[in-house]
């Protein structure tokens, strides 16, 4: 605990009381707690005095002082005949409880809120509040009809009562019924009603940055992502004028640095990632997993695979599921059946429509690096669907992303090269430098098996370029073994796919790497490797390399 602020000599329970309550009401919680807790030090505070000191505590990362001050609250409350209000801190404590994962607990203490309000008459606002855990429950349990009920009466009193917090977080959870039924832009707009509360200052300070969290996350799962992104600028706006607060200012930092990750500045991702670990890391287990795993994406993409896997294994620690992020760094890493495995597993185990709209990628990329085209085909159709039922610009460039790999790697170049120019257009629309470079490079490949050589190298250079700027080590890495295949073919038959693979062949690499370089599967690589020796009149790979450097077709000329 930190120590308590310097007052003057003997100043009076009074005076520190008064400037605790100034410092609460200005919003600055660091110097609000101290002197509350002095103020409680000389004589006991009452309930109002310790709700407002639990505010505080919660605020600051102070957690089971939280806790305290709001028992204490409860018991004053009880003492006083205030049983309403009795109910109200009992409720808070059972919330907090339920966040912690201590279910049991909670629900003593939830149930000791209903029954000091057994004998209120009618529905008053306590029993609005206590109605937010059964949305929850049922929520969680897929028991939509139930959950959905709940809301709409925690809704109704809340209106009745006139009461903003309740009102505004059980509209909340009636848009992410929605959402969770299909409903998305609906869902989305109520979404965006709460906000308009929040933002205005209209609701309490723990509702605020509750609701703030959730609302964030909400359009995350659904990649409303230009959403996501001005909600976590005003989350940053509201936390950098409370500096000393740590409750909620550590999730921010989580979202930004996934802004920053996906806008393509990377060293501040990594950066602001780093700080969201320090922050979270005492006080929210949840958040500070988040920020590991952030930060083990973006080592992963600047090839750090060193960095990445130590993100990623203290992310695990902390009970994030590290993929598909580390099932990629696997693949990255040569390790394809690693990651296939690895994908395979986590996608099996995951029901949910949202949850596997974040895997259904990473699952197409590690398969179609396996050679499992039919597979991957499946799991990209299923990515279409989904972007269909999201009507996101995100979603449908990730299933047209996703779409164009698996065409080129069953050798339709032109329905390959549809699909990826219109995802690397919305990506750039959605200022997603990376992952349009990733689509334009794909693109690439789809021309030049085209016989577009000028085209393909035209794509390939303009995503060099980003990867570059970008420091993805890995991709340029790629792209730049891509580029030196772009001369034409001269003094013998092959084609220029098949003039690709000889020269990767020459390099070493093997049929594996060489599908993975090419968007290929290696079945297509066996045959063209078939048709190379048959031209070539060679048996084998160490002969075909040989032919290559002696008639001089290893470097573009």
């Not at 029954?115 to 937010?132: A, F, K, N, Q, V």
């Not at 185990?349 to 085909?377: F, H, M, N, Q, S």
């Not at 991709?475 to 084609?495: I, M, N, S, Y």
């Amino acid at each position: 605990m930190d120590e308590l602020e310097p007052t003057e000599p003997g100043e009076p329970r009074a005076d520190a009381l008064a400037r605790g309550r100034e410092r609460f009401a200005s919003r600055a919680w660091a110097e609000a707690h101290r002197a509350l807790s002095l103020a409680d030090r000389a004589a006991l505070l009452e309930a109002s005095e310790l709700e407002c000191l639990a505010t505080c505590a919660y605020l600051l990362g102070r957690d089971a002082e939280y806790l305290r001050a709001l028992e204490r609250a409860y018991h004053a409350r009880l003492a006083a005949g205030e049983g309403t209000r009795a109910a109200r801190a009992a409720f808070w404590i059972g919330l907090r409880l339920l966040f912690r994962g201590e279910a049991a607990h909670a629900s003593g203490w939830l149930s000791r809120a209903e029954r000091c309000i057994e004998h209120e008459p009618g529905d008053c606002l306590e029993h609005g509040y206590l109605l937010l855990p059964r949305v929850e429950q049922d929520f969680g349990a897929g028991n939509y009809a139930s959950a959905a009920a709940s809301a709409d009466r925690a809704v109704e009193i809340a209106e009745r009562c006139d009461d903003a917090d309740l009102l505004a977080v059980a509209r909340h959870l009636q848009a992410r019924l929605h959402i969770v039924q299909g409903e998305v832009q609906r869902g989305l707009r109520v979404l965006d009603e709460v906000m308009v509360g929040a933002t205005a200052g209209e609701l309490s300070v723990i509702i605020t940055g509750l609701l703030y969290c959730s609302v964030i996350e909400c359009c995350r799962d659904v990649y409303a992502v230009e959403r996501a992104d001005e909600w976590t600028r005003a989350l940053a706006v509201w936390c950098d004028e409370q500096p000393d607060m740590v409750a909620f200012s550590g999730v921010c930092r989580v979202h930004r640095s996934e802004i920053l990750q996906r806008t393509g500045d990377w060293p501040a991702a990594v950066a602001e990632a780093r700080r969201a670990c320090e922050r979270c890391q005492p006080v929210n287990a949840q958040a500070a997993a988040a920020a590991h795993y952030q930060e083990a994406e973006v080592h992963r993409l600047r090839g750090d695979f060193v960095e990445a896997e130590r993100a990623y294994r203290e992310a695990s620690q902390l009970g994030r599921e590290p993929q598909p992020g580390l099932s990629l760094l696997r693949l990255a890493q040569g390790r394809s059946d690693a990651a296939a495995a690895a994908i395979r597993r986590v996608l099996n185990a995951t029901p949910d429509v949202l949850a596997r709209a974040k895997l259904l990628p990473a699952y197409v990329e590690i398969l179609l690096r396996g050679g499992d085209v039919p597979a991957a085909r499946e799991a990209s159709q299923e990515l279409g669907r989904l972007a269909e039922t999201f009507d996101s610009g995100v979603v449908r460039a990730m299933a047209l992303y996703a779409q164009g790999t698996v065409d080129l790697a069953e050798g339709k170049a032109e329905l390959a090269a549809s699909s990826l120019q219109q995802a690397a257009q919305l990506w750039q629309q959605t200022n997603a430098p990376h992952a349009a470079a990733c689509a334009r490079a794909a693109c690439g490949v789809a021309y030049r098996a085209l016989g577009d050589e000028e085209g393909a190298a035209l794509e390939l250079e303009a995503a060099k370029r980003v990867f570059e700027q970008l420091g993805a080590e890995p991709d340029l890495r790629r792209v730049a073994g891509l580029l030196q295949g772009t001369a034409k073919p001269d003094g013998h038959t092959l084609t220029a796919r098949e003039l690709e693979v000889l020269r990767l062949v020459a390099s070493g690499k093997s049929n594996k790497a060489i599908a993975a370089a090419l968007f290929l599967s290696e079945k297509t690589i066996e045959r063209h490797l078939s048709n190379i020796f048959c031209k070539l009149d060679v048996r084998s790979r160490t002969a075909a390399a040989a032919y290559a450097f002696e008639h001089k077709l290893l470097a573009p000329g």
